[in-house]
Nanobody, 124 residues
């Protein structure tokens, strides 16, 4: 069992930056690929970024490529999402998720564990 707790959300002006953190419990965290997803009001959940278990590979949604960076520190059981040049359309609840099969999938259905989410609001 893995528990995930996100933090770092908040209100920021367009063009600003935020760094989200996701702290994981459990000794098997380092074996899982980790993803970030987001859900805006009235919209479906969408993929943001994923990182492989060994940090060797990352993949981003086109909408955030070049602005967001996913990283992880397996020694600290933490995954991060650095968000720069934020836009109002980035406003959403952001969730981290863990995939036991380490498939590095962009589909939320591949993920077994989810955090409670953290709100990111970008004002124009």
């Amino acid at each position: 069992q893995v528990q995930l707790v996100e933090s770092g959300g908040g209100l920021v002006q367009a063009g600003g930056s935020l760094r989200l953190s996701c702290a994981a419990s459990g000794r098997t965290f380092s074996r899982y690929s980790m993803g970030w997803f987001r859900q805006a009001p009235g919209k479906e959940r969408e993929f943001v970024a994923v990182i492989s278990w060994n940090v060797a590979r990352t993949y981003y949604a086109d909408s955030v490529k070049g602005r967001f960076t996913i990283s992880r520190d397996n020694a600290k059981n933490t995954v991060y999402l650095e968000m720069n040049s934020l836009k109002p359309e980035d406003t959403a609840v952001y969730y981290c998720a863990a995939d036991r099969t380490s498939s590095e999938s962009v589909s939320g259905y591949a993920y077994d564990y989810w955090g409670q989410g953290t709100q990111v609001t970008v004002s124009s």
